[in-house]
């Protein structure tokens, strides 16, 4: 299950980077919002690299904005493989991605905590972070579907009162 859930959670993770990357850049084109180079100086400080003022590291942000998304993906694929699954479980990952993003720019020094922001520049984040959450749990979703049901899937619809997605289980499993 592990091996499966590695290359289908980076898959599922860069889909989900894709996906919040055309809507940030939808979503720019109409509020004249400027690009973040904050993964970026995150990248630069966890490499070591040093930050250079004045530059904007286009190269190191796009690898730094999708290579987290395709790694943190991977918890999501995890989720997927184990039955947890559907919009229920992709809001539980949003915050998940939100943490991941925050713990990486606090602990470099790169951010603040979210509760500082102005409220409009956290409204945004939280929204790019749900539709990327939104859209890697609909690809690891359907990826760990293929597999049928997972374990907490096949829980629930033995237990009575349980609600399962599942259906009936075949006999013998």
């Known amino acids: 299950m592990m091996k499966r859930a590695l290359w ?4 599922a993770g860069a889909a989900g980077a894709v996906v919040m990357t055309l809507g940030e850049k939808v979503e720019q084109s109409l509020t004249g919002r400027p690009d973040s180079h904050v ?3 995150v990248l630069e400080r966890l490499t070591g690299m040093g930050e250079r003022p004045g530059r904007r590291p286009v190269p190191l942000n796009r690898a730094m904005h999708f290579g987290q998304g395709a790694l943190v993906g991977v918890l999501r694929s995890v989720m ?25 720019e606090n ?6 905590p979210p509760q500082t922001w102005p409220r409009r520049e956290l409204v945004v984040d939280v929204l790019h972070k ?7 749990g609909a690809v690891a979703d359907a990826l760990a579907a293929r597999n049928g049901p997972g374990p907490g899937q096949r829980h629930a619809a033995m237990r009575t009162g349980r609600h399962s997605d599942v259906g009936p289980l075949p006999k013998g499993t």
């Open 107 to 112: 602990a470099t020094g790169v951010g603040a």
């Open 39 to 41: 993964p970026a100086r």
């Open 130 to 136: 749900t539709v990327y959450a939104f859209a890697t």
């Open 8 to 11: 289908q959670g980076l898959v």
């Open 80 to 104: 997927a493989q184990a039955g947890l699954r559907g919009p229920w479980s992709s809001a539980m990952f949003a915050v998940v991605r939100l943490t991941n993003d925050q713990i990486l």
